[in-house]
Every structure is written in C-alpha cells, then in structure tokens.
C-alpha cells in the first residue's frame, strides 16, 4: 500500500511540473507581445523575424533588392525560396520599399506600424477607432497573422483580411476577414508548402494604395 501511494504522489507531482510548461509554450508559440519590435538590417536577405509554432512561415522584413530595398512580409520559412505570401504595401516612399533601419512594432492603439529611421509613418494595421487595444499577435501554421485584444480570441485585424497577390489553403475568399482565428493552442491547420507551385516572381510591383487590381495567385 506503501508503494502504492508513493507511486500515485510521484505521478501527480510529475503532471504538476509538466503542465505549466506544455501550457507556456502553447501561449508563447506564434505569440507576439505590445512592444516588441523588428528592423529591417542591410547585413542579412532575412532580418530577424516572429515564427509561426512550427516555424512553416515567419512574418519580418525580406530584402528584395539592393540598397535599401525591403518589404514587411510574411513567407513560407522551411522551403530554400522562402516565396512570400503577403506583404505591407509601403506608403511614403519613391519605391514602394522601405530602407534599412526601419521598424516594425506592435502596439496597443495601431496594431502593426512600420516606421522609417527617422521615424516617418510608412504602414500601419489601421484599426477602426472603437477597436480594443491591442494586447498581443499571433502568426499562425496557416500564414496568418492576427491581432487580438485581451482575453479575446475574436482577431480586430488579420493579414487574411488584406491579401496582396496571393491566397493560402485556409484563406476562404479575398474580402472575409479572419473573424474566428483563435489563440495558441486552438491553431489553424497548417498549410503545406509542398502543395503550391513555387513561382518565381516574390513580390507584385509596387503600389501607393492598399486597395489593387493586381491578380491573385491561387496555385495549389
């Protein structure tokens, strides 16, 4: 009997350690906190970037061309292309791109905001007024990112909402914005990289308006 109750003692005292740990990494995985930050570095193709849980696709600055030419994008991670799947369109510049030291920051009031080095309005998540602040993000296994208010797991704003030039699996149509995305660990499925043929085109010309006719690519 002895042994008996030890035994159930060390297995419930095993459970107590393990599962904070399982919860953690479910609500850190995918998860962006208010304040944190990326920048754009001309060192590297691929600045540092927030990864989806399992690391499928990543959401950061992609160097397109030389001398300062970067763009806030979210991409496929794991394949050698690293084809991007959506992307800010830049307002504010000649080019449609964003220089070296630019900022991408989550905050509580405008959700994404991308600033110039000195500080100038190049995109922002615009939210609506009577928004809730924004208390984290959330990129997903399906190549989404989303922003939520707290404890809300309805998204006020989602890259789904405001495709470019390219629909994933789970992307349903070009004017539904992500309303029922919820947070870690109730993720979307993910989307396979190995069902899209790779094009080789990374990214549409430029454009000065969120709103385009450019074509959507729906390769499966």
């Known amino acids: 009997m002895g042994f008996l109750t030890w035994s159930i003692i060390h297995l419930f005292l095993l459970l107590q350690l393990q599962t904070p740990v399982v919860l953690s990494q479910n609500i850190i995985n995918g998860s962006v906190l208010v304040g944190e930050s990326l920048t754009a570095s001309e060192s590297q193709q691929f600045s540092s970037s927030w990864r989806s849980p399992s690391g499928d696709f990543a959401l950061g600055f992609r160097k397109i061309r030389p001398n300062d030419g970067f763009t806030l994008s979210i991409w496929f991670d794991k394949i050698p292309d690293k084809t991007i799947v959506w992307h800010a369109q830049a307002v504010n510049t000649t080019t449609g791109f964003v220089p070296a030291g630019s900022k ?34 959330l990129i997903t296994d399906a190549g989404e990112f989303g922003l939520f208010s707290q404890d809300s797991t309805v998204a006020l704003w989602s890259s789904f909402g405001h495709p470019t030039d390219t629909l994933l699996p789970t992307q349903s149509s070009l004017s539904t914005a992500l309303s029922t995305l919820q947070p870690p ?4 499925l993910p989307a396979i990289a190995s069902t899209f043929q790779i094009r080789s085109s990374q990214i549409p010309p430029p454009s000065s308006s969120s709103s385009s006719s450019t074509p959507f690519n729906i390769e499966f």
């Open 185 to 188: 660990p109730m993720l979307l």
């Open 104 to 137: 991408v920051t989550l905050t509580a009031d405008g959700g994404l905001v991308l600033t110039g080095p000195r500080g100038q309005l190049h995109w922002s998540s615009s939210l609506p007024p009577s928004s809730s602040s924004v208390s984290r993000g």
